[in-house]
């Protein structure tokens, strides 16, 4: 898909690797990993409304490295539009930005038909 790749071709031009963390299981909890590209920015003042808050980052990724990692595995995928959709980062999940850890607020993904193509992430920490 031709979107995808001029996100992706942006993302390596302009971005930087960030780690995407998702800790899974009761008992032995274990983190699932997917190093991706990412456009990491501060949320402007005008921003600021709602959820969003003073030092909170805004950080679209690409979902090819995601797609590629199988991130975070063994989970099916359901039918877009899914709130469930196993691959879109979810409140509670980490981001490694430049050795920083940052805690997912909420995700918003962007699908072109059935295909998953881009991920916004309101980030805080």
Do not use: K
Not at 60 to 86: E, K, L, N, V
Not at 95 to 104: E, F, S
């Amino acid at each position: 898909m031709t979107f995808a790749r001029d996100i992706d071709q942006m993302l390596r031009s302009d971005g930087q690797q960030i780690i995407l963390r998702r800790t899974v299981g009761t008992t032995n909890r274990t983190s699932v990993d997917c190093t991706c590209w990412a456009f990491v920015r501060g949320y402007a003042r005008d921003d600021m409304v709602g959820a969003v808050v003073q030092g909170d980052s805004h950080v679209i990724i690409s979902t090819t490295d995601i797609i590629r990692a199988q991130w975070p595995g063994g989970q099916p995928i359901a039918s877009p539009p899914s709130s469930t959709d196993p691959r879109v980062p979810r409140a509670g999940d980490v981001l490694i930005i430049q050795g920083r850890t940052r805690t997912v607020v909420e995700a918003s993904p962007l699908y072109i038909g059935a295909d998953l193509v881009r991920i916004d992430i309101q980030a805080r920490g």
